[in-house]
């Protein structure tokens, strides 16, 4: 006998935080969060429960009716990693909290909430999953059960203290309560026997994967749909309950059933986006993948550095003297009138203030005295004078 373990995803009244039970080594990220997601679909579109009193804000329905809400058959087969559990099926329904609890339904804020509450198992026969009917007709007890005994104790605790739990493994609710465990149901010897239209995408050995298309079918198809879904061996997830299908969402669902489809067709199957590739390590890019502005950028670098340099002119010797450093011919470091001379002869050229060169055959010394007065240097005050005899 099959062991199936529930799947409870809705919010707390304090706490924003969805997943309040999953199997051991069930992933919140893996396929059955994509199934559930299928489902809920962020409570778009989801029926308000049947005989529900405004007045009394009470749920009152009859016996044996169905729960309003959206119904869940995904399987996985040969596809999934050590936290995803490669093969298994999960079953379940997507509705209003109010349908599942009188108490446990709004937020701090008076807001409705959804939730899905399902069961996890590994299945070896059709038998071992609840059929069509046993599961809409008795999901309002069955999951409610369920909803109670995982949400109670965290109701209305403070959000650090609301985790997801790890679900236990226990009986399914529908073993004695299915008439259709083994997914058939004989019609009465007089009875004509009817022969139903092939479903579209059934083949002669059940199910086919199809990858790149979703099938829709008109609500009418669910439970066919559903028990062929019990029976196939290739990956499959049927939502049933939608009344718009454009609102539905299409990943990872291979099959839908929806009011608003009256005639069986395909659509396009969601193109999943692919991550971008990962960049270069540090220090891994070849040398021909360097981009060529990278090699601009260095040239312009390097000859603005030049520039700033050459700039930057040194900082003169503590015990150099005014006027000694080497500048254009004829000039001292600050620009003032030089001097060039032969000094073995005594003759000398006197360079004017003008930049014009003067000769004269007089002694040096002579022709001082007899010189217009010197232009007066323009020397830091802190230099003193100069003797003229220090540069003989």
């Not at 009244?13 to 679909?41: E, F, K, M, Q, T």
């Not at 199809?210 to 990956?235: C, F, I, M, N």
């Not at 010394?365 to 802190?382: G, R």
Request: with cysteine; glycine share 10%.
């Amino acid at each position: 006998m099959t062991m199936w373990t529930p799947v409870v995803y809705g919010r707390t009244h304090r706490a924003d935080r969805w997943w309040r039970a999953l199997p051991a080594g069930i992933s919140p990220n893996g396929w059955i969060a994509d199934a559930v997601n299928a489902a809920v679909a962020g409570g778009r579109g989801l029926r308000w429960p049947e005989a529900v009193s405004e007045a009394a804000g009470e749920t009152s329905r009859p016996e044996g009716s169905r729960l309003e809400g959206r119904y869940l058959l995904a399987r996985r087969v040969n596809g999934g990693d050590g936290m995803n559990r490669a093969n298994g099926v999960l079953v379940g329904v997507a509705c209003y909290a109010r349908a599942l609890s009188q108490e446990m339904h709004t937020d701090e804020a008076s807001r409705e909430l959804y939730c899905f509450v399902g069961w996890w198992g590994t299945p070896q026969t059709p038998s071992d999953i609840p059929s069509f009917a046993a599961l809409t007709e008795n999901c309002e007890r069955w999951a409610g059960d369920v909803y109670q005994t995982y949400f109670e104790q965290v109701w209305k605790e403070h959000p650090a203290r609301v985790h997801t739990q790890e679900s236990v493994p226990e009986t399914a609710p529908w073993a004695q309560d299915d008439p259709v465990a083994d997914g058939l149901v004989e019609s009465p010897a007089s009875a004509p026997e009817v022969t139903p239209p092939p479903l579209l995408g059934v083949g002669p050995a059940g199910f086919t994967s199809r990858k790149d298309e979703v099938l829709l079918y008109p609500a009418s198809h669910a439970e066919r749909l559903w028990d062929e879904g019990r029976r196939t061996k290739v990956p499959f997830t049927l939502v049933t309950g939608w009344d718009a299908s454009a609102q539905a969402l299409l990943r990872p669902v291979t099959h839908l059933c929806a009011a608003d489809i009256h005639e069986p067709r395909t659509v396009p199957a969601p193109v999943i986006a692919q991550p971008p590739p990962p960049s270069p390590k540090p220090g891994g890019r070849k040398p021909e993948d360097k981009k060529p502005d990278a090699d601009l950028l260095g040239q312009f670098l390097t000859e603005v550095g030049k520039v700033i340099r050459s700039l930057r002119s040194p900082a003169p010797e503590k015990n150099q003297k005014p006027g000694r450093s080497q500048g254009p011919a004829g000039h001292g470091s600050e620009g003032r009138p030089g001097r060039t001379g032969d000094l073995g002869t005594g003759k000398s050229r006197h360079v004017s203030s003008q930049g014009k060169e003067e000769s004269s055959g007089q002694n040096f010394f002579s022709s001082q005295k007899k010189a217009s007065p010197p232009v007066k240097a323009k020397f830091p005050e802190k230099t003193g004078d100069v003797n003229e005899l220090d540069d003989l």
